[in-house]
Every structure is written in C-alpha cells, then in structure tokens.
C-alpha cells in the first residue's frame, strides 16, 4: 500500500499498487461496455496499475463481441471465454487465475454497483485481506430482497461467518489469498465457499457499506427455479465437503495466511 502526495495539502489517500478487476457475465451485452467504462474510471481513482478481466460464460448473445472490441481499444482490457455456460464458479475462477496484479476487485457486469465505492475501500483494505460489501439498500424487488435475507441467515447458521451479505458482487481481496483457496463451487455458492474459506485461512475480513443501483439491461437469473435448487445443492455438498476435510468441522483448512499490509 502505497500513499503519493497531494499538492493541495490535504490528507493525502491510500492507493493500491494494482487491481485486477474480475468481471464474469452471461448474457450483458448491453450492460459490459458501460461496465468495463466504469471499471476503468475506478481503477484509475484507486491503483497506479490495473487490468480489467471480462470473463465471458458462454454468452448467446453479443457480450463477447462488445467485450472483444474494448479489449481491442485498451491493452489492459483481457477477455477470457468459456465456449458453454459452466456456472458462476467456474467464471470466478477463470478470472482469478488469470490475475497479475496486487489486488482483485470481484464485481458483476451488470452495472448494479457504483465502483467508485472501492475509494472508501481504501482505508478498509490497509488492515484486511478482503474487504466485502454489503448493499446499503438493495434495489431489487421486494421478493429478491426476502429470499436474500432468507439465504443469508441460512448461510451465518450453517457456517457462522457473521458477514452481512455473502453474495454481494462488491469484493476487493489481496490476489495471494483468493489464489491460494481451493475454490471447487461451480454455481453461485462460490460466493459463500470464497468468504467460508479465507475466514479458515486466517483472513482479516472487512466490511463496507455499498451503493446498490436497479438493473438497466438485461435480465437477471439469479431467481430462477434451477439455479435455487442448484444453489442449495451446492450448499449442502459445500457443508459435507468442509466437515470431512477438519473432520467434522464446519470450516476448511484453507491457505496459509496472507502476509499482513
């Protein structure tokens, strides 16, 4: 963590060395062009470095051709493809892996958070390994929001993470901590997976309030019948998984540490 000098004399602000922004979509063609803007523009007011990963499941429609040309316009613009729709998960971790820099910003491409938000993540993630937000007022209809606070007690009761908002595409960690968890969650259970397992590795959690905006295109399945049964198919394997691996514990091993700021 790096602090430059401010010619106005005022107090001057924390910045990231680099940030990798993770992007996963399915279907945004006409919300990634205004997303990857937008990446650019906080990427710019938070880090001296940054690359904008767009990682593109699968779409049918023109998502991956709207990507390919910013990558086109801007060499820090990378776009990864997935030829088949293989879930949240996996297009979680084609993203990580692909990350060169210090820090990895995780966020959705469909515009609904205001990034420029990671300015007062700053401070946060000086003394944290992930800072994870939690949507201030969620602009979602009144079902998404009961079902969300539904799946949110469940998620705290089964693995007592005492996190505000576990799906929360709003997720800024240090790159050696989210490359070092044995992240297997193909759908979005990933999200719990992510926050179960850096809690087990030792991870200083951060937690930031974040503006949540309503959908401007596009269509959201994240309250589709089969991606709820898929979600709660994947919970419970998760909590199986992680009891046989402390041997009968509720959480992993995970990975060693992160090295503290």
């Known amino acids: 963590m790096e602090r430059l000098g401010d010619d106005a004399g ?3 602000l924390p910045r990231l060395a680099g940030v ?5 979509c399915h279907d945004e063609a006409g ?5 990857v803007g937008e990446a650019t523009a906080a990427a710019r007011a938070v880090a001296d470095a940054h690359e904008i990963l767009v990682v593109d499941d699968g779409s049918t429609d023109a998502t991956r051709a709207v990507a390919a040309e910013a990558a086109r316009c801007d060499e820090r613009v990378r776009l990864l493809v997935h030829d088949g729709n293989r879930g949240y998960g996996v297009a979680l ?5 692909a990350a060169r820099l210090e820090w990895v910003f995780l966020t959705d491409a469909d515009c609904q958070f205001d990034l420029m938000d990671l300015v007062a993540a700053l401070p946060l993630a000086a003394a944290s ?3 994870c937000g939690y949507r201030v007022r969620r602009a979602d209809p009144l079902h998404r929001r009961l079902n969300a606070r539904a799946w949110n007690g469940l998620v705290d009761h089964m693995f007592a993470l005492g996190v505000r908002d576990v799906d929360c595409a709003f997720k800024l960690m240090r ?7 044995a992240l297997e969650a193909d759908g979005a259970v990933v999200s719990t997976e992510l926050l179960v397992r850096a809690r087990a590795a030792g991870a200083r959690i951060g937690e930031l309030g974040v ?7 596009g269509r959201s399945s994240g309250a589709d019948p089969a991606v709820v049964l898929r979600a709660f198919r994947e919970l ?3 909590r199986a998984q992680l009891r046989a691996e402390t041997g009968g514990g509720a959480t992993s091993p995970g990975a060693a540490r992160p090295r503290p700021a």
């Open 31 to 35: 919300n990634v062009a205004r997303m």
């Open 10 to 12: 005022r107090v001057p």
């Open 211 to 217: 503006t949540h905006r309503p959908r401007a295109a």
């Open 129 to 131: 390994d992930l800072v």
């Open 93 to 97: 971790r084609t993203g990580f892996a």
């Open 20 to 24: 990798s922004i993770v992007l996963p």
């Open 236 to 238: 419970r394997a998760l």
């Open 175 to 181: 790159r050696e901590l989210v490359q070092g968890l």
